[in-house]
């Protein structure tokens, strides 16, 4: 159905997303196993390449790298990495190891299929910009051109060697590449170009670093690389390009239209990337004479070219808009599949694809302005709908919300200020004032902002219109349109997630600290007669919220309304009877953990929640998430960036795929998902499927068997009925670990799955088939 990026003409990256579909395309992992994560990253934003035992690049989130037989390989929080979010790569010759610089200064060290960890500059008290900007190898130490001087790595004790702090007066000093040429240190900073005899006793030490920038024609001012080119050294000063020549410099290169935005050398040539301020982009490379030997410039492929290398003939680019490629006798364009980018708007899942809004709001409910559409992950492989392959959509953004129409499966999303779209199969339909009664919010006319969209069981359509004068809105299946405002005072008229209990009544969410509405519309929604509202909010006989700021709602499989706050959750135990004589409030769950009993989440911002096939509830805050009990007293996972794949503790959305349990997870850092072992139960234990199936030698995980009943009994026997195992769905799933009732590895062989029904019959519903030497 779907396809995005940033500061390129319209046309332009029309244009680059369309051509990155007529080269190689590495598609996304396949859905794990039970237990198992995936990520589901942006690959098109490359910012680097180097040559190792592979091509590896590197980009705004993670790693990839190509073999000789131009596979691809990815690496993340998923395949072992500590962290997200990539400054610089380097690769090492002599140890033929990689070594990743992350945006907090975390490092790992990549050998083979090993991850080492060096935390030490992440978590150094020390103040100031640690961030690593250029990584140099020599002697198997690591120098690390940084926002306070030069650090030195040990790659063999995987410590901190060193620290040199070379400003001028012993300050720190932000330098961007450092190198040893002839016996001499020489580092490029934003103080100019230094340099320090390598027989010094102290490098550490300032004064040992004297400043060569100001004199022998080399200009003043900062430098921002500095390499060896043919038996001598080239710096970049600004847009110039300046070699030494004996004891003088003179200036090897210059072209005022064209900006240097990477530089890098190998073949004694160097490779220049440069982009100008209307988005012309080329990458030449220069001979040590300073002539250009080569220009690639390619409309679409080429439009912000961030490094690139030469690896024999050919020139390998890595473009921050287009992905990674290899200019040889062909083109050829290496991009693994994934989303274009975060996105922490609503998460959808139908049980046939995943949506994931990109837009957002800030705290303040204020639009962002971001046109990033609405993403498609369908058959293992993401797509998107926005401003930049949809023309149509170029007034409409920040999608934050999202629901799937019952009758025909098109895809309905919410933009906070353009209105509400509808995607249905390659049409596009957009509702605005002059086609619905949907309305702009006060004080801002221009903008028709959708915060909220659910479908009731009589298919209609109901919407958040935050900030309208009349800001509950509702769409008929005939197309009518009803307009309704809600009775009571509350700020800016907010309202956003809708969530539709049992009874059809509306559970609405109010930000800005207003609580929460119920609303049932009556037997008759053209007559507001017959309508009941209540409002609930903080304290005791108005509704026992744990806050009037709210997050996120939810209704579980026993039709419980559940309420995320900023102090915890409350429970609503009796919709049914909201509107009548008895008192109905919201409890506040009590859970156990470590022999204590403590108000759930109490001191945690809910900020989504999801419920899975066994009633279970996934919670997610800005410190992790959690997975709970179907009765909210007990803890069954926590997972957090730290113990887990997680790519952020800011967790935004869940959403869980009805058919595999895949529960998605929007985070600040992007998606990744996590398979779960509740699916949703069918009608009956029809169409049953085990995965994997046969068990390959070796596999330690777990066996999922789906397509059941809600709870169904679960007998794995051996051909001649002997019992081995035995266990209940959660949901519509159950699991095996491979292991009979004592615990002990089964051998080899065929296992029946025998399933009993609500009646107490019992039939064979498949078989196991598991590989000897397990």
């Known amino acids: 159905m779907f396809r995005h990026k940033a500061s390129l003409s319209v046309l332009h990256r029309v244009l680059l997303w369309l051509s990155c579909f007529c080269y190689a395309s590495i598609s996304v992992a396949q ?26 690049c590197a980009t705004s989130q993670a790693l990839f790298a190509i073999n000789e037989k131009n596979e691809a390989e990815r690496f993340s929080k998923v395949t072992g990495l500590n962290d997200i979010g990539i400054s610089t790569i380097g690769w090492d010759n002599v140890s033929e190891q990689l070594l990743i610089a992350y945006n907090n200064s975390n490092l790992d060290l990549i050998k083979g299929n090993t991850v080492k960890n060096i935390g030490d500059i992440k978590r150094s008290s020390i103040s100031g910009d640690k961030s690593i900007l250029h990584i140099y190898y020599n002697n198997t130490l690591a120098y690390l051109s940084s926002g306070l001087g030069i650090i030195v790595v040990d790659l063999n004790r995987l410590e901190i060697k060193d620290t040199w702090i070379i400003g001028n007066n012993g300050a720190q000093v932000k330098t961007y590449a450092t190198l040893l040429f002839n016996n001499q240190w020489y580092a490029a900073t934003e103080q100019g170009l230094k340099y320090a005899p390598a027989s010094s006793g102290n490098l550490a030490d300032y004064r040992n670093w004297l400043t060569a920038s100001g004199s022998a024609n080399l200009p003043a001012g900062g430098y921002r690389h500095v390499l060896a080119l043919n038996n001598t050294i080239v710096v970049q000063k600004n847009d110039s390009l300046l070699v030494n020549t004996s004891s003088s410099w003179q200036l090897l290169y210059h072209d005022p239209a064209w900006p240097i935005v990477g530089l890098s050398s190998g073949n004694n040539r160097l490779l220049v990337c440069q982009r100008t301020s209307s988005g012309a982009s080329r990458v030449i490379v220069l001979n040590s004479n300073g002539q250009i030997e080569r220009t690639i410039a390619q ?80 058959e293992d492989s993401w797509s998107f709908r926005g401003y930049f392959n949809t023309p149509v959509l170029d007034s409409v953004l920040d999608f934050i919300t999202l629901a799937e129409d019952p009758r025909d499966k098109s895809i309905w999303a919410g933009s906070y200020g353009g209105g509400l779209v509808r995607f249905k199969e390659s049409s596009v339909s957009i509702f605005k004032q002059y086609n619905s009664t949907l309305r702009a919010a006060i004080g801002d006319p221009g903008s028709i902002r959708v915060s909220g969209l659910v479908f009731d069981s009589r298919q209609r359509l109901w919407v958040s219109n935050y900030g309208a004068p009349q800001n509950i809105q509702v769409r008929n299946p005939d197309s009518t349109w009803h307009s309704f405002s809600i009775p009571f005072s509350h700020t800016e008229n907010a309202v956003a997630q809708i969530v539709v209990d049992d009874l059809d009544q509306l559970w609405i969410m109010s930000p800005k600290g207003n609580g929460v509405f119920c609303y049932n519309p009556g037997n008759n929604i053209d007559n507001t007669n017959d309508d009941r509202w209540k409002y609930f909010r903080q304290g005791t006989g108005n509704g026992n919220l744990p806050s009037n700021n709210i997050f996120s709602l939810l209704k579980d499989k026993n039709g419980f309304i559940w309420i995320g706050t900023d102090k915890g959750i409350g429970i609503i135990r009796c919709p049914e009877t909201v509107f009548g004589t008895s008192s109905c409030e919201a409890i506040q769950p009590i859970i156990q953990q470590n022999q204590l009993a403590g108000l759930l989440f109490a001191n945690e911002v809910v900020q989504c929640m999801a419920v899975d096939g066994a009633n279970r509830k996934w919670i997610g805050t800005r410190n992790g998430v959690w997975l709970i009990s179907a009765n909210a007293d007990k803890i069954i996972y926590r997972f957090t960036a730290e113990n887990s794949p997680l790519l952020s503790n800011d967790v935004r959305k869940i959403s869980i795929d009805p058919v595999s349990g895949e529960v998605f997870m929007a985070t600040f850092n992007g998606i990744c998902s996590f398979r779960s072992t509740a699916t949703e139960g069918g009608q009956s234990n029809q169409n049953v499927l085990v995965f994997p199936n046969p068990v390959p030698p070796g596999y330690n995980g777990t066996i999922a068997i789906r397509g059941l009943v809600n709870n169904a009994l679960v007998k794995i026997t051996e051909l001649n009925g002997r019992l081995v195992y035995q266990t209940r769905a959660l949901g519509g799933q159950a699991i095996w670990d491979g292991r009979n009732y004592l615990g002990k590895k089964v051998a080899g062989g065929v296992y029946l799955v025998i399933i009993r029904d609500d009646e107490g019959q019992e039939k064979v519903a498949t078989k196991i088939v598991l590989a000897g030497g397990r």
């Open 299 to 378: 409309s679409g492929v080429i439009s912000f070219p961030r490094s690139a290398l030469i690896d024999n003939t050919n020139i390998w680019v890595a473009d921050f808009f287009g992905g990674l490629s290899r200019f040889g006798s062909t083109t050829d364009r290496f991009i693994p599949n994934g989303p274009p980018g975060p996105a922490i708007g609503e998460l959808l899942s139908t049980g046939t694809a995943v949506y994931a809004a990109a837009g957002s709001v800030n705290d303040a409910w204020n639009y962002l302005f971001n046109r990033n559409g609405v993403f498609q992950l369908k």
């Open 31 to 56: 859905i794990p196993p039970v237990g198992q994560w995936r990520e589901h990253l942006n690959y098109q934003q490359t910012i680097q390449v180097v040559k190792g035992d592979r091509i590896y």
